[in-house]
C-alpha cells in the first residue's frame, strides 16, 4: 500500500499526502492497532523523498495520536486509533445516536470509563448468582423488581442522596428509558404538554415525542429550568422533565429558588415532575444540592436513577422512586406492558450493591475521572483558549463552546473522519440553538492520551493551534 | 399442636376434625415438608382415639397429598403440599395473577416444568457469558437484540416454524409484555378499535386496556376465531390480537379459511394482526397448522413468541417478527422508551440456541408433558368423567369444563384453600361468561402425584368422586 501513498502530481505537499492516507487507512482498518509501519528512512527510500518529509508526517501522526514510536522496536500504529465498525454504539446522553463502532471513539458521550470496570468481581457474582438459580428463581420476579435489589437501591439513595423512602417506593427500570416508558404510560402524556429543558437531554425530548406528548420548550439559563417562563407557555403541563443535580447538557445545578418554584407549580395545578439523577454520582466540586425528591412534600416527584453511567449501559438497570398511591400501579404497567428487567441481572446488581462493591466503584471512578477530566481541560485551554472550555463542577464531559455562526454538526462530522466522537451543543435544543459547542466526553481518555487527541480535533476542527 | 386437634364438643366427627386440622396446619406452614407426623397409634392413644379414627384421617390425607407415609420410618409431610411465601408468583397465562407463593401450586398455569429445567447448562452458559463479558459489552447493546441472538431466532423460527426471514427483522423483546407494549406504542392504539379474543388472554386485553386501546370482543368458537363477528363489530380496527396455533385458553387451532379471511380483513382495512405463538411448541396430536405469519402476503402480521413458556418466565426474554417497514421503528421506540433486555442474558440465550440446547431441550419437555398431561388427563376423567376433560392438541393445561351455572370463581378460591392453584375460565371473558370451568397446568405435576391432587381437588370441588 506504501506505493500508492503519493499523487506526484498533486499540488498537495508530500508530507501532507503521507499524513492523510496514513490516517485514512488507520481510521478505514486498513492498517490496523498494532501493526508496524515502515521506518521513515525506508519509506523515504522507497517513495524517493527525503527522510525528513517522511518524518514530518509521522510526527504529525503520532501528535495526533494515530500511530505510536517505540524506540528501537519500530513504529506501530496506535491502539486508541481505531474505530473500527463491528458492534452498534449505544445512544449518547447528548448529540445525536453514534454511527456503529466497534469501541467508543474518543470524546464519546454517555459511556463509563470502561477500562476501569471491576470486569472480574461482576463476572465472579454474575456466576455466583447463575450458580444459586433456584426453580424459584424461574419463575417471574415481581414486576417492580427483586426485593433485594429495591432494599439495596433504597439503602444506598438513603446514604448517598437522602432519600429516605422504604423499598417498596422503589421500582426497577430498565434504565432510564425504561423508566421513561413507564411513567409516560402511567401518566399518559398523550397530546398533553409537557415541559422540557431547552437545550435539554435530546433523547429524553424523543422518548416525550415518541409518547405522544405535547412538547413545550422551557429555557434553561444560570439557575437551570426557568420555571416562570415554563408557566407562562404552559401553565397546566401535565410534567415537567428536569435533570436539577446537573442540567444536561449545561451542567449547572438548578437553584434552590427554582427548585421550590417548581414544586409549588407542581402542587398547585397537580402537575408531576420527573427528576433526571442521571450522573449525580460524579462532581468534582463544591457540595451537591440535595436531589428535589428530598424537598418533595406535596409527592409530586417522581425520582429517575440509572447504573448506565456508574456500571455499564448494558445493563440496562435503572430504578424510580414514586410517591406511594403510583408505585403499585407502576408495578402494574410494568407487568402488563413490560418492561421487565431479567431476574438474574438484578441479583447479581444486588449483591454488588450489598456487598459495598458500588460504593468503592464509585469512590475510585470519580478519583479517576478527576483526573482525565483535569488532563483533558489542561489540553483543550492549551488549544482552544481557557475561556471556550467549560468544566462545570460534574458530569462526565467538558463542554468546548464554540458560539458564534459555528456549525457544530459539521464540526462534528469532520471530527467523525478524523475518528473522533464528540456530540454536537446544538443538537440538545428543539428549536434554534442558542449555543454552539462540543461535548468531549473524558471518561475513556486516559492523562497521556489527551494531548494527542487535542491535537487531532484541533487539527480536524481546522483552528489554529495557540503558540 | 396435637393436644388442641379435637374440639370433642363439636358435631363433626372426629377424623374429619383430624383431616381438616392438619390439612390447614400443613397448608399455613405450621406443618412444613419432611416433618415426622405421629404414629397413628400414639396420636390415638394420644387423643384417647380409636386408631381406625386416625388411620382414616391419615388415609384421607395422604390420598389427598398432604402427607406421606414411608414405611417403617413413620408418616412425614410430603413436599408438594407447601404453598409458602416467599415469592410472588408469576402472573399466569388465562385467569388472575396468582397470590405470593413460594413455589407454584399444584396445576398452577403460566410455568414450564421448572424441575425439568437444564439449570447446571444454563449455568454453566451464562457463567461462560459473563467471563466473555469484554468492554464492549458494557456498551449499549442494539435496541433490537444483539446480533447473534436475533440470528439464532431468526434460525429457529425457519426450522421450527416455516417462518423464513432474515435476523434484521426479528427484534428480541422483554418476553410477551414487553412486544406488547412496543406494538401499542407503534400502532398508537389509543382510542382506537382493537380486537380481542373472547374468550382471550386476560393478560393481553388487559395490556390493550392499559395502552388506551377501546377493545372489541371479538367471539371464538369452534374454529377460532369468528371474523365474520369481529368485522360486524368494528370493521376498521387498528390491530386484531390473535393466538392461531393454539387459542388461549380454549385450544382450538384458528381454521384455514378464518386465516384466510383474518388476512383478507387486515389488508383491506390496512389493519394490523397480532400473532400470540405463546406455546406452540408443545404438541402432542397430529401436525400442527403453520403460522399465520407463513401465510403473510400482505404484511400486516406482527408475530410474537416468548422463551417463557419454553424455558423461564424470569428470563423475560420473547421476540418479534415485523414486516421489513416497521422492524426499524420499532428498534426506535426501544431505544427511546424501553424495554432493552440486558446483553447478558440475550448472550446467555443465544449461545443456548446456537448450540442446539434449545431444540433438545423442547423436544424433551413435549415428552415430558405428552406424559404429566396423560397421567392428569386419566385421573381427570376417572374423578369427573370423560365428558368434563378437554384435552385439546397442544398447550401446558387441561380445561376442567364446568359448563351450567356453577361459579368457577368460587370455585378456584376453594382449591387455593386446600393448596391447590387452577385458573377460572370465566376469567378468560370480558362480559358474561359463556364456559365456566378450571385450567389445570400439568407442566409441574409429575405422574404419581396425579392421583393425590386431584383427589384434593375433587374435594375441594365438594365433587362426589365417581366410583
Known amino acids: 500500500m506504501f506505493e500508492a501513498l503519493l499523487d506526484r502530481a498533486a499540488a498537495e505537499p508530500a508530507y501532507r499526502q503521507l499524513y492523510r492516507r496514513i490516517s485514512g487507512a488507520v481510521l478505514d482498518g486498513t492498517l490496523t492497532e498494532g501493526e508496524r509501519l515502515p521506518s521513515a528512512r525506508a519509506l523515504a527510500s522507497q517513495l524517493g523523498l527525503a527522510r525528513g518529509t517522511v518524518e514530518a508526517a ?14 528501537a522496536a519500530g513504529t506501530f500504529v496506535a491502539p486508541v486509533a481505531i474505530p473500527a465498525a463491528a458492534v452498534p454504539a449505544p445512544a449518547p446522553r447528548a448529540g445525536r445516536p453514534a454511527a456503529p463502532a466497534g469501541r467508543p471513539l474518543p470524546f464519546q458521550m454517555g459511556l463509563p470509563a470502561l477500562d476501569a470496570f471491576p470486569r472480574k468481581l461482576w463476572t465472579r457474582l454474575a456466576a455466583r448468582q447463575a450458580h444459586a438459580l433456584s426453580p424459584l428463581g424461574l419463575v417471574a420476579p415481581d414486576p417492580a423488581g427483586i426485593a433485594s435489589l429495591r432494599q439495596a437501591i433504597a439503602r444506598y439513595l438513603a446514604v448517598a442522596r437522602g432519600i429516605a423512602v422504604p423499598p417498596e417506593h422503589v421500582v426497577v427500570t430498565a434504565g432510564f428509558q425504561g423508566a421513561l416508558g413507564l411513567i409516560t404510560r402511567l401518566l399518559d402524556v398523550g397530546d398533553q404538554p409537557v415541559w422540557m429543558e431547552e437545550p435539554g437531554y435530546f433523547l429524553a425530548r424523543a422518548g416525550l415525542v415518541a409518547a405522544g406528548a405535547r412538547v413545550v420548550q422551557v429555557p434553561v439559563d444560570a439557575e437551570g429550568l426557568d420555571v416562570a417562563a415554563g408557566m407562562a407557555l404552559a401553565p397546566t403541563a401535565r410534567l415537567a422533565l428536569v435533570s436539577p443535580s446537573h442540567q444536561s447538557p449545561l451542567g449547572m445545578a438548578l437553584s434552590l429558588p427554582r427548585r421550590l418554584q417548581l414544586l409549588d407549580w407542581a402542587a398547585s395545578c397537580d402537575g408531576w415532575i420527573v427528576e ?61 406492558l413490560g418492561p421487565l428487567p431479567a431476574a438474574d441481572a438484578q441479583a447479581t446488581l444486588a449483591a454488588f450493591l450489598a456487598e459495598g462493591h458500588f460504593g468503592r466503584h464509585v469512590r475510585r ?37 464554540l458560539d458564534g455562526a459555528v456549525d457544530d454538526l459539521a464540526m462534528v462530522e469532520a471530527c467523525r473522519l478524523a475518528g473522533l466522537g464528540p456530540s454536537p451543543l446544538s443538537r440538545a435544543y428543539a428549536g ?16 497521556e492520551q489527551a494531548p494527542a487527541m487535542v491535537q487531532r480535533l484541533a487539527r480536524a476542527l481546522s483552528v489554529p493551534l495557540r503558540p
Open 432 to 447: 434554534p440553538a442558542k449555543r454552539r459547542g462540543l461535548l468531549l466526553s473524558f471518561t475513556n481518555l486516559a492523562p
Open 58 to 71: 509521522y510526527g504529525q501522526l503520532a501528535g495526533e495520536g494515530y500511530i505510536q514510536g517505540r524506540g
Open 276 to 336: 433526571d439523577d442521571y450522573d449525580s454520582e460524579f462532581r468534582y466540586v463544591g457540595r451537591p444540592l440535595p436531589p428535589l425528591k428530598s424537598l418533595d412534600r406535596a409527592g409530586r416527584v417522581l425520582y429517575v436513577g440509572t447504573f448506565s453511567k456508574t456500571l455499564f449501559p448494558g445493563l440496562r438497570l435503572g430504578y424510580l422512586v414514586a410517591p406511594p398511591p403510583l408505585t403499585q400501579r407502576i408495578a402494574e404497567i410494568a407487568a402488563l
Open 365 to 401: 471512578m470519580r478519583q479517576l475521572y478527576a483526573r482525565r477530566r483535569a488532563a483533558l481541560a489542561v489540553e483543550l485551554e492549551k488549544a482552544f483558549g481557557a475561556d471556550r472550555v467549560a468544566l462545570g463542577a460534574g458530569g462526565m464531559q467538558i463542554l468546548l463552546r
